[in-house]
């Protein structure tokens, strides 16, 4: 193999590695992407979780003043 060969496989050689290097960002970005997203609906279920545990601690509240008020029999 000739020195201008070996030159113009390397340039290949680099060309593939450069190629896939710029896929790998490409998807590095997209699941970065994805994970964003799936951050803000944890964040968003979390709070809706939070909020249902206020509204059943409040039920509870409610039904234990409604419960005192009644005589006992």
């Known amino acids: 193999m000739t020195t201008d060969e070996r030159f113009e496989q390397i340039a ?3 060309q593939s590695v450069h190629d896939s290097l710029k896929s790998l960002e490409t998807i590095a970005a997209t699941h970065e992407e ?3 997203r799936i951050q803000a609906d944890h964040a ?3 709070a809706s979780i939070r909020a249902m545990a206020d509204e059943v601690i409040n039920t509870q509240r409610e039904w234990r003043g409604y419960l005192r008020r ?3 029999q």
């Open 12 to 14: 290949r050689n680099f």
């Open 34 to 36: 994805r994970l964003d």
């Open 44 to 46: 968003r279920t979390e």
């Open 70 to 72: 009644i005589p006992r």
